[in-house]
T-cell receptor
Framework: SAVISQKPSRDICQRGTSLTIQCQVD?????MFWYRQQPGQSLTLIAT?????????ESGFVIDKFPISRPNLTFSTLTVSNMSPEDSSIYLC????????????FGPGTRLTVL | AQSVSQHNHHVILSEAASLELGCNYS??????LFWYVQYPGQHLQLLLK??????LVKGIKGFEAEFIKSKFSFNLRKPSVQWSDTAEYFC?????????????FGSGTRLLVRP
């Protein structure tokens, strides 16, 4: 397993601003993932972040809105840009390998409220 | 499109009652199946998983789940719940999509166990 921390744990932001969420893992991992959990809904994968390459975004998510950095094997950031109230969600990072049988381990999440 | 359905959004039980949470998925290929649990104020954590072999899998804290391929189901069970089982439970499927393996989540079931 892996121990994952996220900063901040929660934030309240104004419309039009940006917030960068940090994800730190206690061991080196190949794959890191960013999810969004909107109120009352399921977890939705935003993107997969690989060290040394561009993040891979899922349908409906774009780099301009959710830029991701992955500078090394233990750290990643997700920025929520030009926020609107619809971006109010819990954002979670997870780690794990892709492929059959590989489970993912999740961070505690960042609860974002946009006014 | 691939999806995961959890039929019960909210479940309320008394202690010692039996629990069964439904999970169905739509995907015709090879899958791995997971149940995650999120206790109040805590991270998502893995409860149990199915990769192959015996379709009845046992997880932590007395939980088990049965994979029925013909029904595309992976229901979670516990014969006697405790107050400490109060949590949100997520079914997830790891399925081959495009060139990567995505983890697709159900919408979650909130379980409240009354003492």
């Amino acid at each position: 397993s892996a121990v994952i921390s996220q900063k901040p744990s929660r934030d309240i932001c104004q419309r039009g601003t940006s917030l960068t969420i940090q994800c730190q893992v206690d061991s080196q991992v190949t794959m890191m993932f960013w999810y969004r959990q909107q109120p009352g809904q399921s977890l939705t994968l935003i993107a997969t972040a690989n060290q040394g390459s561009e993040a891979t975004y899922e349908s409906g998510f774009v780099i301009d809105k959710f830029p991701i950095s992955r500078p090394n094997l233990t750290f990643s950031t997700l920025t929520v840009s030009n926020m609107s109230p619809e971006d109010s969600s819990i954002y979670l990072c997870s780690v794990g390998g892709l492929g059959i049988g590989n489970e993912q381990f999740f961070g505690p999440g960042t609860r974002l409220t946009v006014l | 499109a691939q999806s995961v359905s959890q039929h019960n959004h909210h479940v309320i039980l008394s202690e010692a009652a039996s629990l069964e949470l439904g999970c169905n998925y739509s995907y015709g290929g090879t899958v791995n199946l997971f149940w995650y649990v999120q206790y109040p104020g805590q991270h998502l954590q893995l409860l149990l998983k199915y990769f192959s072999g015996d379709p009845l899998v046992k997880g932590i804290k007395g939980f088990e789940a049965e994979f029925i391929k013909s029904k595309f189901s992976f229901n979670l069970r516990k014969p006697s719940v405790q107050w400490s089982d109060t949590a949100e439970y997520f079914c997830a499927v790891n399925a081959r999509m495009d060139s990567s393996y995505k983890l697709i989540f159900g919408s979650g079931t909130r379980l409240l166990v009354r003492p």
